[in-house]
Structures are given as structure tokens and as C-alpha cells.
């Protein structure tokens, strides 16, 4: 092993790429910067990591432009019918983890000089591999300068593709509502601090309940289902249609309260069914809350539910549910990779066949490369349809959605310590989710047992003590 660099010339097809590198590369960029400077930046063969450390897509983009037809570019010669290519070696790493940390490190160190987050600075990178070699690298103590035990806990937490478990949640005893009640002796008005999260007793159309939960922070996300018209008038009551537009014009002047100006509000409701068709008033809401309130309709969601058989007579048992997706502004914020799952269906990004019409480039993966030996794994992103069955609901509790429902868009719409506002928070899922994704829920209910419900499940679920606060912000109890 040398201490000292050496640059050589080596026949291109001796080139040995990093085969675990999880770096992203915009080939065709590569590609033409190449052909327009040179190829006067060469890749370093590490000796402990038997293969190049960094200049791997470099590499890459140069076996790309000469299989493609070009010319060969300055920096490299043709000798004996073999393309050369400058290689750096020497001044190894001791193994083969410190060679994969001072691979990473070699990119992202140029990022830090700037004001990036180490958010941003994974996206650089296929995140569920580079996040697995992390993990690998931490184990081994040899975790990169780049990146410390902190931004690898937050790493894990935000950029991990789409889970199937959506992470811990105790049951929310629902049918021990009133008993739970008691115990925890809730009352309007009170408001109770659950570690990171608050939840208040009251009615959220009232702007001092809104305020006294909100505290002065403001919600990245509203995320809700409201009691639907006509629903559930044993649960929590039930608003005529024709009274709904007053009583939702009150709960958006909150909501729009709650919100930061790069926020989403997203809206679960679906309307009932009565006497063979289904009631429009839904329709009406949403069409009114754009043209009259000034809501950005973004998008509709389709959650796929599990429907509860009932009796077949004008119409089939309700499967799906809309969440309806606004936003303040054209500029709100959003993170659509920490939602990408798995994809066998997806077409490599750099394997055979992606080319600019692939679905690879329209996944903004593509780099247009045509070595059949370059293989990524498929990521997706997913459809604005969502397959989340199983709601509680199926199982016999009244209007709770499934953790991954507020988890997709938590995840989504919001990012580690961000904040999320549920007006309407029942047994509490929302606040469930973002206890663990790492966010803030600020919270409302005006029913007492329902507080109570929520309290006994997040205190089940993490093992902690919800806290009384009193008006002058003082813990009373807990
Ligand atoms: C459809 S449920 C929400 C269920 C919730 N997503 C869950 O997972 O349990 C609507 C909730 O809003 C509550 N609610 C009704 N009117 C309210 C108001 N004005 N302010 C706050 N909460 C209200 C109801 O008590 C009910 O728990």
C-alpha cells in the first residue's frame, strides 16, 4: 500500500465500479461535461474497497458516451485497440467500511459548506441504500465526518421508504370511553401535554381553543376527518347538509389560522348516501372552499378502505374514501421520497431499455444509460391511490382511520420536529403518528371521553404521563 498518488493509464474495460455505490448520477449531464472539458477529473481505485471509491459516475458516464458513438474525449487515448483511461491509486483506506465512509464523505463534504440539511443532502443518494450503509458504517464505528449518530437517527426516521408497519400504537379503547373519562377526569377546556404533542378539550371553531393549543407555532399540515353531516348523531351529533357551509366556513377560518403559508389541509369526508343516491354536499363544500375561501385544490386522494358488508339495495358497500388535498400557496412544502415504496414494476433506472420515455426518467431517476450492468434497485412513487384497509371502523370502533393513513401524509407533507394540526382528533390516531415519526401534534376534541380515549392510547403506546396544564401554563397534574 502507498502513501503516495500515482495517476496510470488503464484499459477503460479494467475499470471496476463500486458495485454497492448509492449515489445518484445524472449520467447524461456526465456525459456532456465530459465531452465538452475533458475527462481530466480521474476516479480513485481504492485497494481495501477493491474498486473505484469516487469517480464511479464519471465512469460510467464515459462508457456511456463512447457505447453511444462519441469520440474519444480528451483525457483518455486509444493504445493497442484499448480506450485508456486516467486511474488514481494509492494512499488506501485501512478497510473496506473507512473506504465506504471517505466515499460518502467525498461527496457530501461539499455540500456542507453550504446551508443544506442532511435531508437534502441524502437526496444526492439512492436513500434506503445509502441509509443501510450507514447503518452498516455506524456498527463498524466508522460512521463518514459527514454524517454523525444524530442525522443518521433523523436519516432513518424521514428517509426510509414507505413502511408496511406503521410503527407502535396501543389499542384506543373506545368502548372504555367514559370509564377512561373518569379516570383521567377530563373536562372542556383543559389542555394536556403528551410529551412533544398537545391535545385540548374544546370546540375547534373556537379561535381561543385553536390559539391556547397552537401556542403560537404553526401547523405544516392540517390533517382531519370531521364528523361527516347526518353521521354518527349518537357519537358526537350530526349537522344537517344545509347547516354544514356555515358550521366548515368556521372550522377553514381555523384550520387557515392554524396553518403556516407553505402548509396542506388535508380533508377526509365523504358524503353519505340517503334514499338511493349519494348527497352532493361534499361537492359543494370543496367547490366552494376553492372558488369562495381560496383554497389551491392540489389533488384528490383515494383511500382504499375496508367497507363494512351491509345490506345491498341502491348501492354497494362504501370501499374507498376521498381525501381531498389543498394548500394555502403554490409554494407549499412537500416530500414525495420519504413516501417511495418498492417497485418490481418499475424499470431500472439505469439497467436496459431506460431511456428518456422510461418510466425511470418520469420517476426523475433516469439518467439515460444503456450498460445492462448497471443495476439500481426500483423505487416508485405512489399513486394518489391509497391501500390502507385496515380501518378500525371494520372492526367495530366508530370513525378511526388506520395509522397509515395520517402517517402517509405526515410523512409526506411534513418533516422531522415539523407540526401537525388534527381539529377534529377522536381516539387520537393522528397524534399517534406523529409521536412516531418524530412530529408535533396539536390537537383538538370536544368530546371529554374521546380526550380520555386519546390520553389512555398515547400513554399505552409510549409509557409516558400526560401533563394537566393550567392556564398560566403551569403542570397541574402528572
Ligand atoms: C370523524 S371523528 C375523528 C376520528 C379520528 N380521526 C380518529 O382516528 O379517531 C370526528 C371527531 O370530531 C369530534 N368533534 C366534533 N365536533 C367538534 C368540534 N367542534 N371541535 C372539536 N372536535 C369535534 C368528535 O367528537 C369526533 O371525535
Same mark, same amino acid.
Given at each position: +500500500?502507498?502513501?503516495?498518488?500515482?495517476?496510470?493509464?488503464?484499459?477503460?474495460?479494467?475499470?471496476?465500479?463500486?458495485?454497492?455505490?448509492?449515489?445518484?448520477?445524472?449520467?447524461?449531464?456526465?456525459?456532456?461535461?465530459?465531452?465538452?472539458?475533458?475527462?481530466? &477529473?480521474?476516479?480513485?481505485?481504492?485497494?481495501?474497497?477493491?474498486?473505484?471509491?469516487?469517480?464511479?459516475?464519471?465512469?460510467?458516464?464515459?462508457?456511456?458516451?463512447?457505447? $453511444?458513438?462519441?469520440?474519444?474525449?480528451?483525457?483518455?487515448?486509444?493504445? &493497442?485497440?484499448?480506450?485508456?483511461?486516467?486511474?488514481?491509486?494509492?494512499?488506501?483506506?485501512? !478497510?473496506?467500511?473507512?473506504?465506504?465512509?471517505?466515499?460518502? @464523505?467525498?461527496?457530501?463534504?461539499? /455540500? #456542507?459548506?453550504?446551508?443544506?440539511?442532511?435531508?437534502?443532502? !441524502?437526496?444526492?443518494?439512492?436513500?434506503?441504500?445509502?441509509?443501510?450503509? #450507514?447503518?452498516?458504517?455506524?456498527? $463498524?464505528?466508522?460512521?463518514?465526518?459527514?454524517?454523525?449518530?444524530?442525522?443518521?437517527?433523523?436519516?432513518?426516521? @424521514?428517509?426510509?421508504?414507505?413502511?408496511?408497519?406503521?410503527?407502535?400504537?396501543?389499542? $384506543?379503547?373506545?368502548?372504555?370511553?367514559?370509564?377512561?373519562?373518569?379516570?383521567?377526569?377530563?373536562?372542556?377546556?383543559?389542555?394536556?401535554?403528551?410529551?412533544?404533542?398537545?391535545?385540548?378539550?374544546?370546540?375547534?371553531?373556537?379561535?381561543?381553543?385553536?390559539?391556547?393549543?397552537?401556542?403560537?407555532?404553526?401547523?405544516?399540515? %392540517?390533517?382531519?376527518?370531521?364528523?361527516?353531516?347526518?353521521?354518527?348523531?349518537?357519537?358526537?351529533?350530526? #349537522?344537517?347538509?344545509?347547516?354544514?357551509?356555515?358550521?366548515? @366556513? /368556521?372550522?377553514?377560518?381555523?384550520?387557515?389560522?392554524?396553518?403556516?403559508?407553505?402548509?396542506?389541509?388535508?380533508?377526509?369526508?365523504?358524503?353519505?348516501?340517503? +334514499?338511493?343516491?349519494?348527497?352532493?354536499?361534499?361537492?359543494?363544500?370543496?367547490?366552494? /372552499?376553492?372558488?369562495?375561501?381560496?383554497?389551491?385544490?392540489?389533488?384528490?386522494? %383515494?383511500?382504499?378502505?375496508?367497507?363494512?358488508?351491509?345490506?345491498?339495495?341502491?348501492?354497494?358497500?362504501?370501499?374507498?374514501?376521498?381525501?381531498?388535498?389543498?394548500?394555502?400557496?403554490?409554494?407549499?412544502?412537500?416530500?414525495?421520497?420519504?413516501?417511495?415504496?418498492?417497485?418490481? !414494476?418499475?424499470?431500472?433506472?439505469?439497467?436496459?431499455? $431506460?431511456?428518456?420515455?422510461?418510466?425511470?426518467?418520469?420517476?426523475?431517476?433516469?439518467?439515460?444509460?444503456?450498460?445492462?450492468?448497471?443495476?439500481?434497485?426500483?423505487?416508485?412513487?405512489?399513486?394518489?391511490?391509497?391501500?390502507?384497509?385496515?380501518?378500525?371502523?371494520?372492526?367495530?370502533?366508530?370513525?378511526?382511520?388506520?395509522?397509515?393513513?395520517?402517517?402517509?401524509?405526515?410523512?409526506?407533507?411534513?418533516?422531522?420536529?415539523?407540526?401537525?394540526?388534527?381539529?377534529?382528533?377522536?381516539?387520537?390516531?393522528?397524534?399517534?403518528?406523529?409521536?412516531?415519526?418524530?412530529?408535533?401534534?396539536?390537537?383538538?376534541?370536544?368530546?371529554?371521553?374521546?380526550?380520555?380515549?386519546?390520553?389512555?392510547?398515547?400513554?399505552?403506546?409510549?409509557?409516558?404521563?400526560?401533563?394537566?396544564?393550567?392556564?398560566?401554563?403551569?403542570?397541574?397534574?402528572?
Amino acid at each position: +500500500m502507498s502513501d503516495r498518488l500515482e495517476i496510470r493509464y488503464i484499459p477503460i474495460t479494467q475499470a471496476v465500479l463500486w458495485d454497492r455505490n448509492p449515489k445518484e448520477h445524472d449520467i447524461g449531464k456526465l456525459v456532456t461535461s465530459i465531452w465538452r472539458h475533458g475527462f481530466k &477529473d480521474p476516479p480513485h481505485y481504492d485497494g481495501a474497497l477493491e474498486a473505484f471509491d469516487y469517480g464511479n459516475g464519471r465512469t460510467t458516464a464515459l462508457i456511456a458516451g463512447l457505447a $453511444a458513438g462519441r469520440h474519444i474525449p480528451k483525457g483518455c487515448f486509444e493504445s &493497442d485497440g484499448e480506450i485508456m483511461m486516467p486511474v488514481t491509486f494509492g494512499v488506501d483506506a485501512d !478497510s473496506k467500511a473507512a473506504a465506504e465512509a471517505f466515499a460518502i @464523505d467525498h461527496n457530501n463534504l461539499t /455540500m #456542507l459548506g453550504g446551508d443544506f440539511m442532511q435531508y437534502e443532502i !441524502s437526496k444526492m443518494w439512492v436513500e434506503e441504500e445509502y441509509v443501510a450503509m #450507514l447503518k452498516g458504517l455506524a456498527d $463498524a464505528d466508522e460512521l463518514p465526518v459527514s454524517v454523525d449518530g444524530d442525522d443518521l437517527d433523523a436519516l432513518l426516521r @424521514d428517509v426510509m421508504v414507505e413502511d408496511e408497519t406503521p410503527g407502535e400504537d396501543a389499542e $384506543a379503547k373506545v368502548d372504555q370511553a367514559e370509564e377512561l373519562r373518569k379516570k383521567w377526569q377530563v373536562e372542556l377546556g383543559q389542555l394536556w401535554e403528551l410529551g412533544e404533542h398537545r391535545l385540548i378539550c374544546g370546540d375547534c371553531t373556537d379561535a381561543a381553543v385553536v390559539e391556547r393549543v397552537m401556542a403560537g407555532d404553526s401547523a405544516n399540515l %392540517c390533517f382531519t376527518s370531521p364528523p361527516y353531516s347526518e353521521q354518527r348523531k349518537k357519537q358526537y351529533g350530526g #349537522l344537517h347538509e344545509d347547516d354544514y357551509w356555515t358550521w366548515f @366556513d /368556521m372550522v377553514q377560518d381555523s384550520i387557515k389560522g392554524a396553518l403556516d403559508v407553505t402548509g396542506h389541509f388535508v380533508l377526509n369526508i365523504k358524503p353519505h348516501t340517503r +334514499m338511493g343516491q349519494r348527497s352532493l354536499y361534499v361537492f359543494d363544500l370543496v367547490l366552494s /372552499m376553492v372558488r369562495k375561501r381560496g383554497w389551491r385544490f392540489v389533488d384528490e386522494f %383515494c383511500w382504499l378502505r375496508t367497507g363494512v358488508p351491509g345490506q345491498v339495495i341502491k348501492s354497494f358497500k362504501n370501499a374507498f374514501e376521498p381525501c381531498y388535498w389543498f394548500a394555502l400557496s403554490d409554494e407549499f412544502l412537500w416530500y414525495p421520497r420519504q413516501v417511495m415504496h418498492h417497485s418490481e !414494476s418499475v424499470p431500472l433506472p439505469l439497467g436496459p431499455g $431506460a431511456g428518456s420515455n422510461s418510466w425511470a426518467d418520469r420517476q426523475g431517476q433516469g439518467g439515460g444509460a444503456i450498460l445492462s450492468n448497471l443495476i439500481m434497485p426500483g423505487l416508485a412513487y405512489p399513486s394518489n391511490v391509497l391501500d390502507f384497509k385496515n380501518n378500525a371502523e371494520a372492526l367495530g370502533h366508530p370513525a378511526a382511520f388506520p395509522l397509515q393513513l395520517p402517517s402517509f401524509f405526515v410523512k409526506c407533507m411534513t418533516q422531522d420536529g415539523g407540526v401537525l394540526f388534527d381539529p377534529f382528533v377522536g381516539s387520537g390516531t393522528t397524534l399517534i403518528a406523529c409521536e412516531n415519526l418524530s412530529r408535533r401534534c396539536r390537537a383538538i376534541e370536544i368530546s371529554p371521553a374521546y380526550v380520555a380515549v386519546a390520553l389512555q392510547r398515547w400513554a399505552d403506546t409510549t409509557g409516558g404521563t400526560p401533563k394537566l396544564i393550567s392556564n398560566n401554563g403551569e403542570v397541574t397534574r402528572g
